[in-house]
């Protein structure tokens, strides 16, 4: 990757932007999967607002 979309985009990582919702109450969140295959809601701490941790990818961003 050249160093101007580097500095566009930000760094490369592993991890794979999704929508998704919690598996309890369907809330919607933007995930991330990493390279070992988790996925968690951005800006949260890993918990959606239920209490819930598990969350399944509807689509790719």
Sequence with gaps: ???ERRAR???ETDEEALVGE???CGQVYS???GA?????PMGTDG???CG???FE?????
Excluded: A, F, I, K
């Design 1 to 3: 990757m050249n160093e």
């Design 9 to 11: 985009d930000g760094p």
């Design 22 to 24: 919690c598996t309890e």
């Design 31 to 33: 995930l991330q999967r």
């Design 36 to 40: 070992d295959g988790t996925v968690v």
């Design 47 to 49: 918990v959606c607002q």
């Design 52 to 54: 819930n941790d598990e």
């Design 57 to 61: 990818p509807l689509s790719d961003l």
